[in-house]
């Protein structure tokens, strides 16, 4: 009876033990993978529109080629999520470029430093020929608005805008 239970205590042991390996070897490859082995990125933009799932936004980093496994990725944001439930990532449009680790791809998007365009609007122009310029912008999205303005409506000054 001693014998018996000293053997399954062995087994268990093992398998103990074995369990304890498995998991902080794959927590040391996701650390390599997540957080030290970084990806030299060519100039990306991306869009992450409100909404996105995880799932959707992994493949997106991952078919742009900035993050090099999207299960590893969204799998790491899920466990993350686990223990801090009010982090969100802010939509917008990105921009990615130079060597970063998927880390990185994530504080970014986590922090929302996303890509602030520019329009500047010179001094002199009447407010058909700034409405006009304003239309001519393909990265500004909707409609152009149909109210007349009256001439100086609009100040001549460099606008600041960003993906809603």
């Given at each position: 009876?001693?014998k ?11 398998i ?6 498995v ?5 040391f ?8 082995t970084?990806?030299t990125?060519?100039?990306k ?5 409100r ?20 299960f ?10 686990l223990f ?17 680790t ?13 890509l602030?365009?520019?329009l ?6 009447t ?26 409506s609009?100040l ?7 993906y809603p």
């Amino acid at each position: 009876m001693i014998k018996k239970i000293l053997r399954i205590c062995k087994e268990l042991g093992a398998i103990l033990t074995l369990g304890i390996c498995v998991t902080f070897g794959s927590l040391f490859f996701l650390e390599e993978q997540f957080f030290i082995t970084p990806l030299t990125i060519l100039k990306k933009e991306i869009v992450l529109p409100r909404g996105t799932s995880l799932k959707t936004l992994s493949r997106t980093l991952y078919n742009n080629q900035i993050i090099s496994s999207a299960f590893l990725f969204e799998w790491s944001l899920k466990v993350r999520r686990l223990f801090i439930p009010h982090e969100h990532m802010q939509a917008g449009e990105y921009v990615f470029e130079g060597t970063l680790t998927p880390w990185d791809v994530f504080e970014k998007m986590l922090k929302g430093q996303v890509l602030v365009r520019y329009l500047t609007i010179p001094e002199g122009l009447t407010t058909r020929e700034i409405l006009t310029l304003v239309d001519a912008v393909p990265s500004l999205l909707g409609d152009m608005p149909v109210q007349l303005y009256e001439e100086g409506s609009f100040l001549p000054e460099t606008y600041a805008y960003q993906y809603p």
